[in-house]
């Protein structure tokens, strides 16, 4: 028997079946967050198709999706629109010499959405788009140190990865640290940075894995703003994970504060490959002259996605619904926290939100809830931001909090 069919005869699952595979050919099975090993027991690491707010996995298994593909899918899995948009194109051409029509009328569509904006340009994946944000702050104004907040993630290239494997401190030289929200540890960053100072690297909201989640203040936002200036560096927010949920603006529009350079991705081609960088008109002629470029960054496909995806967004108040279902399965989770006499607490906007229980330091009443939950229907996430979408209604909300019901129960039980 070959090594393939040995693990093989020995899974009990369609995904088990796949992981075994998968461990002979692909390093670790998995790569990355999305290890099952890393995940709640009882995950699955496969999936084989999803409609609207359901996915199923390999083995036929269907659930109210709370992780929305980490993010990207904003108005629902498969949503017509998107797809009939993406189609007509693919009718077309996808992958052609060159950009298309398709590409113009997107920077528009985001010029005319994102008040800082007066440029767009595209990439595929939210890395490209922070990494192309760095480059041109950099290229603009000559200078090389940037600020970001300790513990954010900005994508997993060597200058901004979580992990150190494979990374030089070279690669990291010029980045200097504060604490989000901190207005003093950002101001002693900046002034660390001196005159080297290129921009200030922030997250639309502070969304580090594992701990509660927190919005801006206001002071912060203002005070990252007024660094820039007074620096004349550049503001750089990462919309990467926010974008299109909280404000179609922008994340920190309501806040009264505008950045130079904005970093999108996830959201806003509904799940096709793509992501933008925005910028004002100090950062043209830099955007301009830096060299960046991919074999698929002028896919049409995901561009008509993305057309769809924007105006459909803007016509039905996508951010609007998601937090009345995000609210709702907030007060949903509250109320049978407390009738199971559990302590949890609930951060971040509703769209995407986070629950954590109280003196849980390893995660096992978060991974107790949440395996229990998917057995009952739920893919819910211990530890990572969740993500709302627009095909979230209140009746698959009221099912997920039954199934979230026998996860409370589950930890109940831990004790
Ligand atoms: N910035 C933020 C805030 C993100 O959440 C992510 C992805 N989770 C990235 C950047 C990197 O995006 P990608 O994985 O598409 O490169």
């Known amino acids: 028997m070959s090594r393939a069919a040995a693990v093989l005869s020995e899974a009990q699952t369609a995904d088990a079946a796949l992981r075994a595979r998968a461990a002979l050919v692909v390093p670790g099975g998995m790569w990355?967050?999305?290890?099952?090993?890393?995940l709640p027991e009882g995950y699955p690491q496969f999936f084989a198709s999803a409609e609207g707010c359901r996915v199923r996995d390999v083995d036929g298994r269907e659930y109210i999706d709370f992780m929305c593909s980490w993010g990207p899918v904003l108005l629902g899995h498969r949503h017509p629109e998107v797809e009939a948009a993406a189609q007509a194109q693919a009718a077309l051409g996808d992958c052609l010499n060159g950009p298309g029509e398709v590409m113009v009328d997107l920077a528009e569509d985001f010029v005319a959405m994102a008040p800082h904006a007066d440029w767009a340009m595209f990439q595929k994946n939210g890395g490209d788009a922070t990494t192309a944000c760095v480059t041109i702050a950099r290229a603009g104004t000559g200078r090389r140190k940037v600020l970001v907040a300790r513990g954010a993630y900005h994508g997993a290239l060597p200058w901004c990865s979580p992990s150190?494997?494979?990374?030089?401190?070279?690669?990291?030289?010029?980045?200097?640290?504060?604490?989000?929200?901190?207005?003093a540890s950002l101001r002693a960053a900046a002034a660390e940075a001196g005159n080297d100072l290129a921009a200030i690297l922030v997250t639309g909201f502070r969304h580090d894995m594992g701990r509660d989640l927190e919005l801006p203040t206001a002071e912060f936002a203002k005070s990252a703003r007024a660094a820039c200036d007074a620096a004349g560096a550049a503001l750089?927010?990462?919309?990467?994970?926010?974008?299109?949920?909280?404000?179609?603006?922008?994340?920190?529009?309501?806040?009264?504060?505008?950045?130079?350079?904005?970093?999108?991705?996830?959201?806003?081609?509904?799940?096709?490959?793509?992501?933008?960088?925005t910028g004002n008109d100090r950062f043209r002629d830099a955007a301009t002259k830096v060299f960046v470029t991919g074999s698929f960054w002028c896919g049409a496909v995901a561009m008509a996605a993305a057309r769809a995806t924007l105006r459909i967004a803007r016509e039905t108040d996508v951010p609007g619904h998601i937090h009345a279902m995000g609210l709702r399965l907030r007060e949903g989770l509250a109320s049978l926290a407390s009738q199971h006499?559990?302590?949890?607490?609930?951060s971040g906007p509703p769209q995407m939100p986070l629950m954590l229980f109280d003196a849980d330091p390893e995660v096992r009443k978060g991974r107790a809830f949440c395996s229990t939950a998917l057995r009952h229907g739920a893919f819910f996430h211990p530890q990572h931001n969740m993500f709302l979408s627009a095909a979230h209604q209140a009746a698959d909300i009221d099912q997920a909090l039954e199934a979230a019901a026998h996860g409370f129960r589950a930890v109940r039980e831990l004790r």
């Not at 990355?32 to 890393?38: C, E, F, I, P, Q």
């Not at 603006?249 to 350079?261: F, H, M, N, T, Y």
């Open 32 to 38: 990355g967050h999305l290890n099952a090993a890393r």
């Open 164 to 183: 150190v494997a494979g990374v030089t401190s070279e690669d990291r030289a010029h980045l200097v640290h504060f604490e989000y929200n901190d207005v």
């Open 236 to 277: 750089i927010l990462d919309e990467v994970r926010t974008g299109l949920r909280l404000d179609l603006r922008g994340s920190w529009e309501a806040l009264g504060v505008r950045p130079d350079l904005a970093a999108w991705s996830k959201a806003i081609a509904n799940g096709y490959a793509l992501a933008a960088v």
């Open 341 to 346: 006499g559990i302590a949890i607490r609930q």
